[in-house]
């Protein structure tokens, strides 16, 4: 019987999106396209990189538990 095991990486990869996506979606009602393309193109650390930053470990998460193993008991 082959048992795959709960991983916490896609779980939090997921959670990671989630959060960063509410932070986009927060400044486009807030701010509009326009800031928030002037947000990301800008010298400063903003939220918008940070979210961008946020996406990008979140897709690391799930790949890293997408490729886990299976366990046979």
């Known amino acids: 019987m082959v048992v795959q095991r709960k991983n916490w990486f896609t779980a939090m990869g ?3 999106i989630v959060v960063a996506s509410i932070a986009v979606l927060r400044d486009l009602a807030i701010w509009g396209p326009d800031f928030m393309v002037d947000f990301l193109t800008s010298q400063e650390i903003t939220s918008e ?3 961008v930053g946020m996406f990008g470990i979140g897709g690391f998460l799930i790949i890293l538990g997408l490729r886990g193993t299976s366990y046979e008991e």
Do not use: G
């Open 14 to 16: 997921i959670l990671f």
């Open 49 to 51: 990189k940070i979210s």
